[in-house]
């Protein structure tokens, strides 16, 4: 199917005002003055639609939004060609704090975000609904906010099951796993949404590459784990492929996995070359400041290794 022509939709439950604060060496309890602050649109599904529409691909991003934080966050969407579509919430948008020291190690304050009335709950998945009238595909990303049940993305799968659209989920928890009962066309996990998904540490890419399979047993049709430096493993019925790009000296690895699947997505979201793509945008990302989105010159697709035959035992390194 031709995901990158027609346009994909993002739906953020749980969207966020992202401030990333570069500072030295984190001491614990210490007065720490930063260096440089980015103040920028956040929450995973926000970020897919940043991406994509930064690299010439229509993007439409449905957000629940209330609050002075929510009259910002729409704002500060207003820099990007993204048709937005808000659902307009009591409760005011969440501030997230990542806190970048200079060895790019990445401390990360996510908020709960508002609670979200039942009426809120039922408007923000018609909302999703009618957004989706003739989209390729639609991506479900990012934490539930409270309020929210856990089968909520399960739910939106179902209801747009009889339609042309392939759904994506980028979740994590009992949220993650109620998806994957509901059969998604991908999920993209990150090494510990894995392991929390499976249950148990993985640490080699074989290991990887079971928890897919499980999860593919589970429902899920093709599974995109992303692993940090150690690339990406994409698994689905037409196999297993494992790609990397050189490891880069990373800046902020904030959206770097957001960045990645837009960039599968953008490829066609299927097989090897989407696999490609993807890890290129991730490893662009990382190099990047705060949660900033690869364009088309940051791109080094290239550089990246599909390697011909996997090195299961090979031990993961983790991390960015
Ligand atoms: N240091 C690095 N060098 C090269 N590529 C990297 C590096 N770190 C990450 N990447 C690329 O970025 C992709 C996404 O990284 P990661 O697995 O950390 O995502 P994530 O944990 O889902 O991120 P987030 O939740 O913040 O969006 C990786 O699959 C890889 O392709
Ligand atoms: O709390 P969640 O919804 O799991 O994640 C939210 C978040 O950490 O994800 C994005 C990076 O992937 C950031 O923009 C945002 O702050």
């Known amino acids: 199917m031709e995901v990158a022509t027609s346009v994909i939709v993002t739906v953020t439950a749980n969207p966020s005002i992202d401030r990333t604060v570069e500072v030295g060496a984190l001491v614990r309890g210490g007065l720490h003055r930063a260096t440089a602050v980015h103040v920028q649109p956040g929450g995973k599904g926000i970020n897919v639609a940043r991406a994509l529409v930064c690299n010439g691909i229509k993007a439409r991003a449905v957000v629940p939004a209330g609050g002075a934080e929510g009259e910002q966050l729409i704002s500060l969407l207003s820099d990007y060609s993204i048709d937005v579509v808000r659902v307009p919430t ?35 998945a018609d909302a999703v609904i009618t957004a989706s009238h003739k989209a ?42 109620a998806a994957v009962a509901a059969g998604p066309a991908l999920i993209k996990p990150n090494h510990h949404e894995l392991e929390e998904a499976v249950q148990r540490p993985l640490s080699t890419l074989q290991d990887v590459i079971d928890a897919a399979q499980e999860l593919r047993a589970a429902g899920a049709q093709a599974v995109l784990a992303s692993l940090g430096r150690d690339g990406a493993v994409l698994v689905d019925e037409n196999g297993t492929w494992h790609a990397e790009a050189p490891v880069v000296l990373a800046r902020s690895s904030v959206g770097a996995g957001d960045a990645m699947l837009a960039g599968f997505l953008a490829a066609g979201g299927k097989g090897q070359a989407a696999l490609v793509s993807a890890v290129a945008w991730g490893a662009a990302a990382v190099s990047l400041p705060g949660s900033t989105m690869p364009r088309p010159d940051d791109l080094r697709p290239h550089l990246v290794e599909v390697h011909p035959r996997i090195k299961a035992g090979r031990e993961l390194r983790g991390d960015n």
């Open 90 to 124: 009591l409760g005011p948008v969440r501030m997230n704090v990542s806190v970048i020291e200079p060895d790019a190690t990445v401390t990360k304050l996510n908020e709960p975000g508002a609670r979200l009335t039942e009426q809120e709950c039922r408007a923000l």
């Open 136 to 177: 390729s595909c639609v991506i479900l990303a990012g934490s539930l906010p409270p309020g929210v049940h856990h089968g909520f993305y399960a739910d939106l799968i179902n209801r747009l099951s009889g339609e042309d659209i392939r759904v994506v989920v980028d979740t994590s928890g009992p949220a993650l796993r």
